[in-house]
């Protein structure tokens, strides 16, 4: 393929020289420039590449590999679109659980693929590791606050590695190898460090998921499992996590006091989110997203029946109209279909009468999450608002899909 221009990128942690180019056409590629050296380890990559690519996963495409004289190259399809990391807050949460699902989902597919009958079995190899990272850990200078917590957790779950199946991974599964392309689309990016392991094992890297966005982190669990988390998968993420963590300080080491400290941060949130280890559920898990908004908003009322948060969930032109005669017939509001949106009371994007709730305002006041937890509760405002229109107008019986 000939080139008319060629852009170098300067971002991720790959040893690979990466470029944007152009062909006569316009038309965009990503170009990948490893070592010669690396041959047989690149031309299997992107062997595996096609693979998945095969299954319909949206992905950079492989296109063409071969050598050149600054070592091994492949080409791959340009993804036209922004880091899913820098724009999934961005998103309301029905739409960053969507993507988590869709996320899990794709990794599923992903690992349909088995690993090769020869591959080493799965407790062994990872005992091996897992003994070399407390090794390198206690050799190291630095130290996390309660760091014994993950080794005494990983000494004390590793039976649970036994018989475990393996699979191809990605290798490195996370928000920050993912874009959204102009239409909206999720895709999956940076095969370079693909393995062979045990399927839960991909998980380890979740914590940057969780850290930016934990609806999305929530999706991605439900998406691979349909909903039905076992947990014994909570067990085993918890040691892969611990395992994971714990070499993370001597790796950041070389890279300055920022990556160290960046690490020191994150071993502090893991132990939070596993109450030192003790829970292996994490905290930023939000379980069946279906019932998310299932709990009462501040004021008692429940957004999951609400006509104009179903109306915005399952984008119902139908719903979205009966509530709007509902607030011109019972109000004298005539509120334009455009702005008869609503992600739940407890969310960012909140409909237009609710944004400046009184109650909800109060509730932060008093550093409550409802009015019920109030010690006035019932006050009079409050009283008289349930009693008029709490779990009492513009409801539907309809159960919210996602």
Excluded at 274 to 295: C, E, H, I, Q, S
Excluded at 368 to 384: L, V
Aim: proline share 4%; net charge negative; hydrophobic share 30%.
């Amino acid at each position: 393929m000939n080139f008319v221009t060629k852009e170098p990128i300067n971002k991720g942690w790959s040893s690979d020289k990466k470029y944007c180019v152009t062909d006569e056409n316009g038309t965009r590629y990503l170009l990948r420039v490893s070592d010669i050296a690396q041959h047989d380890t690149k031309q299997s990559e992107f062997n595996m590449m096609k693979q998945v690519a095969s299954f319909g996963v949206p992905m950079c495409q492989p296109i063409e590999f071969g050598t050149c004289e600054d070592g091994v190259y492949s080409i791959q399809s340009w993804i036209d679109g922004e880091d899913a990391e820098q724009v999934m807050a961005g998103y309301s949460d029905t739409e960053q659980y969507a993507y988590g699902l869709e996320a899990g989902r794709i990794l599923r597919k992903i690992h349909s693929i088995p690993a090769p009958a020869t591959q080493e079995d799965w407790e062994i190899r990872f005992n091996r590791k897992m003994d070399y990272k407390i090794k390198k850990y206690g050799e190291c200078p630095i130290k996390y606050e309660n760091g014994e917590a993950f080794i005494d957790y990983i000494n004390e779950n590793r039976h649970l590695l036994k018989d475990r199946p393996q699979v191809y991974q990605h290798g490195d599964y996370h928000i920050g190898n993912m874009m959204i392309d102009r239409g909206g689309q999720l895709h999956v990016i940076d095969f370079n460090r693909n393995d062979y392991g045990d399927p839960w094992e991909e998980f380890n890297r979740i914590v940057w998921c969780a850290q930016k966005a934990p609806l999305f982190a929530s999706g991605m669990v439900n998406g691979y499992f349909d909903d039905n988390v076992p947990m014994e998968f909570w067990r085993l993420l918890a040691l892969y996590i611990s395992s994971n963590t714990l070499s993370s300080v001597y790796w950041a080491i070389p890279f300055g006091q920022d990556e160290v400290n960046t690490m020191l941060n994150q071993a502090k949130e893991v132990l939070s989110w596993y109450d030192n280890m003790r829970n292996p559920v994490p905290t930023w898990y939000k379980g069946d997203f279906n019932n998310l908004f299932a709990l009462p908003c501040y004021c008692g009322h429940y957004c999951s029946k609400c006509v104009t948060y179903i109306a915005t969930q399952t984008n119902n032109e139908d719903l979205r109209r009966q509530a709007q005669s509902f607030y011109k017939e019972s109000f004298g509001f005539d509120i334009p279909l455009e702005k008869l949106y609503c992600d739940g009371g407890r969310s960012k994007n909140v409909f237009e009468l609710c944004k400046e709730c009184p109650f909800k305002k109060c509730c932060i006041e008093h550093g409550i999450d409802a009015c019920s937890k109030c010690s006035e509760y019932p006050c009079k405002d409050i009283s008289d608002y349930q009693e008029k229109y709490v779990n009492k107008c513009n409801q539907s019986e309809k159960k919210t899909n996602w």
